[in-house]
């Protein structure tokens, strides 16, 4: 029989986040720090619009592109929040989830050969999503000496002339690293400079604590080549309604909607008209949950000095990226020794790219009692490690 597989899906391996939480789903007493999901529940509000939605019979296919009221929703939302000014008809579609808005827009932008310049350590899709669309991924290796964000020195000697798109992923996931106004503009002038387009991923955008997250697409001269990809499920609590939206610009868009409209048809309706509530009358949920996660990391970060655990300090998203390199292990044994010896699970660095070797990704979106439990035996297990090594 002929091989059934594709060359290229055979080449691309299984997301490195989901290995120890089958472990740990067997595990008695065991306590994840890994998945990145908020541990609050989706507020009422928006839930009880779904029902309704629902007791409506409001179970129909919306418009391929998203609901109207939605749309024009998220545009309020994007000026109100960022400054940013997005026609809800011409230049935004909703999908399902960040992660479906990735796909396509590599797909309707990249043809073979054509680089994609990923900074890592990032999310696990980027790489995979620009090899399915025949990118060619190049790696930007981030450093925590510059606090894990990208420089314009950086970007400037990972381009070629087959680079099209730089993907921007901040606030980033896993390092919790942040970009500010003056980092924007520093690559913007390479970007423009070199005819680059951006996919910015924003989807832990309201998640910045000590200072407003700022878009790059706001900046003079990027709208127009940027993709701008943010969504519902951290901010809002709203992981599995699965909904996401893209803007951009007109022409970028409209082809992002053709495959939109042959691989998904649209994204769910219910969960459409939730999202409608979470724009409208949201903002309060998101400032609560922001300031319990914000104390959650200002706790992690106190404990990690408390116990000589090197860490920079995140500003964004609900993670904080330890370095581990004094123990002698790789990220992987690390990871796997601590499940073991204390039934604690944490996603080791490299599976987001290898340059995360050394280090550990700890999810904050936990309870702080939960913390507090895990934190305890994490400590016991990096003594006991530093006790073997003196011995």
Same mark, same amino acid.
Not at 58 to 83: C, P, Q
Not at 292 to 316: A, S, V, W
């Given at each position: 029989?002929?091989?059934?597989?594709?060359?290229?899906?055979?080449?691309?391996?299984?997301?490195?986040?989901?290995?120890?939480?089958?472990?740990?789903?067997?595990?008695?007493?065991?306590?994840?720090?890994?998945?990145?999901?908020?541990?609050?529940?989706?507020?009422?509000?928006?839930?009880?619009?779904?029902?309704?939605?629902?007791?409506?019979?409001?179970?129909?296919?919306?418009?391929?592109?998203?609901?109207?009221?939605?749309?024009?929703?998220?545009?309020?939302?994007?000026?109100?929040?960022?400054?940013?000014?997005?026609?809800? =008809?011409?230049?935004?579609?909703?999908?399902?989830?960040?992660?479906?808005?990735?796909?396509?827009?590599?797909?309707? $932008?990249?043809?073979?050969?054509?680089?994609?310049?990923?900074?890592?350590?990032?999310?696990?899709?980027?790489?995979?999503?620009?090899?399915?669309?025949?990118?060619?991924?190049?790696?930007?290796?981030?450093?925590?000496?510059?606090?894990?964000?990208?420089?314009?020195?950086?970007?400037?000697?990972?381009?070629?002339?087959?680079?099209?798109?730089?993907?921007?992923?901040?606030?980033?996931?896993?390092?919790?690293?942040?970009?500010?106004?003056?980092?924007?503009?520093?690559?913007? &002038?390479?970007?423009? @400079?070199?005819?680059?387009?951006?996919?910015?991923?924003?989807?832990?955008?309201?998640?910045?604590?000590?200072?407003?997250?700022?878009?790059?697409?706001?900046?003079?001269?990027?709208?127009?080549?940027?993709?701008?990809? =943010?969504?519902?499920?951290?901010?809002?609590?709203?992981?599995?309604?699965?909904?996401?939206?893209?803007?951009?610009?007109?022409?970028?868009?409209?082809?992002?909607?053709?495959?939109?409209?042959?691989?998904?048809?649209?994204?769910?309706?219910?969960?459409?008209?939730?999202?409608?509530?979470? $724009?409208?009358?949201?903002?309060?949920?998101?400032?609560?949950?922001?300031? &319990?996660?914000?104390?959650? @990391?200002?706790?992690?970060?106190?404990?990690?000095? &408390?116990?000589?655990?090197?860490?920079?300090?995140?500003?964004?998203?609900?993670?904080?990226?330890?370095?581990?390199?004094?123990?002698? $292990?790789?990220?992987? &044994?690390?990871?796997?020794?601590?499940?073991?010896?204390?039934?604690?699970?944490?996603?080791?660095?490299?599976?987001?790219?290898?340059?995360?070797?050394?280090?550990?990704?700890?999810?904050?979106?936990?309870?702080?009692? =939960?913390?507090?439990?895990?934190?305890?035996?994490?400590?016991?297990?990096?003594?006991?490690?530093?006790?073997?090594?003196?011995?």
């Amino acid at each position: 029989m002929r091989d059934p597989l594709s060359k290229t899906i055979k080449t691309i391996q299984p997301s490195g986040i989901r290995k120890f939480f089958d472990i740990v789903a067997e595990m008695k007493d065991a306590i994840s720090l890994g998945v990145g999901e908020p541990d609050f529940d989706t507020p009422w509000h928006i839930r009880d619009e779904g029902i309704y939605s629902l007791e409506k019979g409001r179970t129909f296919y919306t418009s391929n592109a998203g609901l109207k009221e939605l749309k024009v929703e998220i545009a309020k939302f994007l000026d109100r929040h960022y400054g940013l000014s997005y026609d809800y =008809n011409k230049e935004m579609i909703v999908t399902v989830g960040g992660s479906e808005a990735i796909d396509i827009a590599f797909r309707a $932008m990249l043809d073979p050969g054509d680089e994609v310049l990923i900074p890592q350590p990032s999310y696990v899709s980027y790489l995979p999503c620009a090899v399915l669309a025949n990118g060619v991924p190049v790696i930007i290796e981030l450093k925590e000496e510059n606090q894990f964000r990208l420089t314009a020195e950086e970007l400037e000697a990972a381009i070629t002339p087959k680079t099209k798109i730089l993907v921007l992923p901040f606030p980033n996931n896993p390092t919790g690293a942040i970009m500010e106004r003056k980092d924007l503009e520093a690559i913007a &002038e390479v970007i423009i @400079r070199h005819d680059l387009f951006v996919m910015s991923d924003e989807i832990y955008s309201e998640l910045s604590y000590n200072q407003k997250h700022v878009s790059i697409a706001s900046l003079p001269g990027m709208k127009e080549r940027t993709i701008t990809i =943010n969504g519902f499920s951290k901010s809002h609590a709203m992981t599995g309604w699965r909904l996401g939206y893209a803007c951009g610009p007109e022409e970028i868009i409209q082809q992002m909607l053709k495959i939109h409209q042959f691989a998904i048809m649209c994204a769910p309706t219910t969960s459409q008209y939730a999202a409608v509530e979470a $724009m409208k009358n949201g903002d309060a949920d998101v400032e609560m949950m922001r300031d &319990e996660y914000n104390g959650r @990391r200002r706790y992690l970060l106190k404990r990690f000095q &408390e116990m000589g655990l090197t860490c920079f300090e995140p500003f964004g998203a609900f993670y904080v990226f330890p370095c581990i390199k004094e123990f002698g $292990m790789t990220s992987e &044994e690390f990871a796997t020794a601590l499940l073991q010896d204390q039934k604690v699970a944490v996603v080791p660095g490299t599976a987001f790219g290898d340059c995360g070797e050394g280090y550990i990704r700890i999810s904050y979106a936990y309870s702080l009692e =939960n913390l507090k439990i895990a934190i305890g035996r994490i400590e016991a297990f990096i003594t006991k490690l530093r006790e073997e090594k003196n011995s």
